[in-house]
């Protein structure tokens, strides 16, 4: 079996909150996320909190790519009409992970039930770079990040770099 993983790599995450109620002081699910890529032996080369707008998201995205492998975004992937993260990032991808939304989906339901239906959780690639849309929930967070994300992470990086 062909081993799609690249020896030795420890991606640089940066860590992006978008929303209209957080600010740093009191974001609940960016700051945990980064601790808890920290505990896993990664490097978190960024972090912010920014309001939910699409030309801010897009901005804050390129800007947070050149300082690391993969961006995770949490917050802005809900059903309100203030929720913009997955369309912004779409609008500057070069392409969609469509697999991540499914397994995200199956998970989600399998924890809270029917509700999950209403999180548009996506992963794109932006700049040959993953960039993983999250809920703004912490546990919503943190299971995207646990389950599907670190996982497969190496492999994605892998797939990128051909």
């Given at each position: 079996?062909?081993?799609?993983?690249?020896?030795?790599?420890?991606?640089?995450?940066?860590?992006?909150?978008?929303?209209?109620?957080?600010?740093?002081?009191?974001?609940?699910?960016?700051?945990?996320?980064?601790?808890f890529l920290k505990g896993k032996g990664y490097k978190v080369s960024a972090y912010d909190v920014?309001?939910?707008?699409?030309?801010?998201?897009?901005?804050?995205?390129?800007?947070?790519?050149?300082k690391s492998d993969a961006l995770v975004i949490s917050g802005g992937t809900g059903i309100s009409?203030?929720?913009?993260?997955?369309?912004?990032?779409?609008?500057?991808?070069?392409?969609?992970?469509?697999?991540?939304?499914?397994?995200?989906?199956?998970?989600?339901?399998?924890?809270?039930?029917?509700?999950?239906?209403?999180?548009?959780?996506?992963?794109?690639?932006?700049?040959?770079?993953?960039?993983?849309?999250?809920?703004?929930?912490?546990?919503?967070?943190?299971m995207g990040v646990e389950r599907i994300i670190l996982p497969e992470i190496d492999h994605i990086?892998?797939?990128?770099?051909?």
């Amino acid at each position: 079996m062909h081993e799609h993983r690249i020896p030795g790599l420890k991606p640089r995450f940066a860590v992006l909150v978008t929303s209209t109620t957080r600010s740093r002081e009191t974001d609940t699910s960016g700051q945990p996320l980064m601790e808890f890529l920290k505990g896993k032996g990664y490097k978190v080369s960024a972090y912010d909190v920014i309001t939910d707008d699409p030309d801010a998201i897009k901005a804050k995205a390129r800007e947070l790519l050149e300082k690391s492998d993969a961006l995770v975004i949490s917050g802005g992937t809900g059903i309100s009409a203030s929720d913009f993260t997955v369309q912004a990032i779409r609008g500057i991808s070069s392409r969609e992970i469509d697999g991540f939304s499914n397994i995200f989906s199956m998970l989600s339901f399998e924890e809270i039930g029917t509700s999950a239906i209403m999180s548009s959780a996506s992963a794109f690639v932006v700049s040959n770079k993953p960039v993983f849309c999250l809920p703004g929930s912490p546990s919503g967070a943190r299971m995207g990040v646990e389950r599907i994300i670190l996982p497969e992470i190496d492999h994605i990086i892998h797939e990128l770099s051909k």
